[in-house]
């Protein structure tokens, strides 16, 4: 797999890898909106260009796996090890969670990079689990990583959005939310 450096920004708007050069962070804007994508027959996940600009302000490693073993995460590595070390020192009634959470991201998850044309191999082991060699995901920005839905747990999501949807934007727009 080919890695890539820092993206940059171009005249055209597209991201364009930035050989020797420094990538200067700025805020964390995540990409708006929801990207279909593919996975294709080789495993590779093809990431929109507004999601890989956003992903390699994040960094130019990342840690891709399943919390839930229903939605892939693509974490920053340094982010994903930050993480990983919240969880490993939880004490008390959380920590038996937290372990197991742990257990199956490292179970299911693996180191990857992004080549030239935005792809990224994902896990074997993930994409058997969650059914993707060929399929469509649906990307969506959270916080610092990307969450990839499959088509059940998409129309899932979706659904569950959608129960009483006029009411809850009634509520929070009486506390000036929306």
């Known amino acids: 797999m080919v890695e890539t450096g ?9 991201p364009q890898p930035a050989s020797n050069q420094q990538f200067i962070a700025a805020p964390l804007d995540p990409p708006l909106g929801t990207a279909e994508t593919q996975v294709d027959e080789r495993g590779r996940i093809r990431i929109p260009a507004d999601f890989a600009r956003f992903l390699h302000r994040l960094d130019s490693d ?3 796996t399943s919390l839930d073993t229903r939605v892939l995460h693509i974490f920053g590595r340094h982010n994903w090890l930050e993480r990983g070390r919240l ?3 939880q004490s008390g009634e959380v920590a038996a969670a937290a372990q ?9 998850g693996a180191s990857a990079t992004m080549d030239g044309q935005f792809r990224m191999l994902l896990p074997e082991r993930l994409r058997e689990k969650l059914s993707l060699k060929g399929t469509t995901v649906w990307l969506q920005a959270a916080g610092d990583r990307l ?11 979706l ?3 959608e129960e ?3 009411e809850k934007a009634a509520r929070l727009a009486a506390l000036g939310l929306i």
Do not use: P
């Not at 820092?6 to 708007?13: L, M």
């Not at 197991?100 to 299911?108: E, P, R």
């Not at 969450?147 to 999501?157: D, K, M, P, V």
């Open 62 to 64: 990342f840690f891709v």
């Open 159 to 161: 659904v569950k959005a």
């Open 147 to 157: 969450n990839g839905y499959t088509h059940a747990a998409y129309q899932e999501r």
């Open 6 to 14: 820092a993206f940059g920004n171009t005249s055209s708007g597209s």
């Open 87 to 89: 969880l490993q020192n």
């Open 100 to 108: 197991d959470i742990l257990f199956i991201a490292n179970h299911y």
């Open 164 to 166: 009483n949807v006029t």
